[in-house]
């Protein structure tokens, strides 16, 4: 089995985003997360603190992340426009281990395995360099971290 968990969005302007998707749209903020800047440049290719800030409704997840040092967002637009907009899509399947282990194996896609604490994000990315998390079914949408 597999499908579809979550989007992740990067952008430079935090406050319209959240308005737009609790305001406008229902979401609800879920929780907030520093990441530090040695994940970030395992993901990104930037190395910078950022925060992320899990918002959901219903069934649907969104991951908004940003940067909060104002003095960097003109040379990250200029350096890396890829980085901004939606980011990544999350993909649960229900054995991880073996879903991995089989992309690499048979097919030779690489896995990205990032510490997070007390647990590992195992992100792939697609032929155009697009990012794809992997994760392990959870009970609720509502409960991942």
């Known amino acids: ?35 530090p800047a040695n994940t970030v440049l395992s993901l990104f290719k930037i190395k910078k603190d950022c925060r992320m800030l899990k918002l959901s409704r219903d069934e649907a997840v969104l991951e908004i992340f940003w940067f909060s040092q104002e003095r960097i967002r003109p040379q990250l637009a200029e350096r890396s426009p890829a980085v901004i907009g939606y980011n990544h899509l999350g993909i649960e399947v229900n054995d991880r281990e073996q879903f991995c282990s089989r992309l690499n194996n048979k097919f030779g896609i690489r896995i990205i395995k990032i510490s997070r604490g007390e647990h590992y994000a195992y992100f792939i990315r697609d032929p155009d360099k697009n990012l794809i998390e992997v994760r392990h079914p959870q009970k609720s949408l509502l409960s991942y971290g």
Not at 8 to 13: K, M, Q, R, S
């Open 1 to 35: 089995m597999m499908r579809f968990h979550h989007a992740g969005i990067f952008t430079l302007h935090p406050q319209r985003m959240l308005n737009f998707y609790i305001k406008k749209l229902g979401f609800k903020k879920e929780s907030q997360t520093a990441l």
